[in-house]
Structure formats: C-alpha cells, structure tokens
C-alpha cells in the first residue's frame, strides 16, 4: 500500500506562487499515475493535473493549465505541483493521489490518497 505525505501549502498573496510537494513511501512509485486534486469548503473534489509513470505526458484541468506544472522525480519517489499566478479561488486542501492502472480524472480514478495540505491566497 503507498503512503502519501503532501507538503508545501500555506497562506500566499495573490499572484505569489507556492510548490507542493508528495513523499511517497512505496519504492515502486514509478510504477503509478500520479495526481493532484484539490477540494475548497462546501465544494467537489476536483481534478487539478496527473502525469504518467515516466513523466512525459502530462494533463491539467483547464483552468490549471499555464499557471501550474505538475512533475515527478521516481528516484526521490515525489510529486510535485508548481503553482503560479495564484487566486484567492485556487484556495483548497489540495491532494495528492495514486493510481496504478491509468491516466484517469476522476477521485473515483485513484487508488491511494495524502491527507491533503491547505493552501491559502489571500486578496
């Protein structure tokens, strides 16, 4: 079973940038899709980006796309999200997650979950 460990959130100005990051404990993490989501009070958790085993292909929600960049370093086993241009909207616990069998959106898509690190952007 992996064990994901997010960090790098915090309170933020908006327009600033912060970079999480996710640990994960199992040395096969090459091995799995990685993907950040994010879930704000009261809302959906919702898909942010995922990237594939080696790193090469890469998919962000629309809204994402050019202010985030998501990437992976298998021989550290960690994710990262690289989060620019930042709006008081982005605020949300945001999540990493794994999936062992495909490049998927949806929650319902991965099979192991972090306990989320808060993000915050202030106006």
């Known amino acids: 079973q992996v064990q994901l460990v997010e960090s790098g959130g915090g309170l933020v100005q908006a327009g600033g940038s912060l970079r999480l990051s996710c640990e994960a404990s199992e040395r096969t993490f090459s091995r799995y899709i990685m993907g950040w989501f994010r879930q704000a009070p009261g809302k959906e958790r919702e898909f942010v980006a995922a990237?594939?085993?080696?790193?090469?292909?890469?998919y962000y929600a629309d809204s994402m796309k050019g202010r985030f960049t998501i990437s992976r370093d298998n021989a550290k086993n960690t994710l990262y999200l690289e989060m620019n241009s930042l709006k008081p909207e982005d605020t949300a616990v945001y999540y990493c997650?794994?999936?062992?069998?495909?490049?998927?959106?949806?929650?319902?898509?991965?099979?192991?979950w972090g306990q989320g690190t808060q993000v915050t952007v202030s106006s």
């Open positions: 997650a794994a999936d062992a069998d495909g490049l998927g959106i949806r929650p319902s898509d991965y099979d192991y």
């Open positions: 990237i594939a085993w080696s790193g090469d292909n890469t």
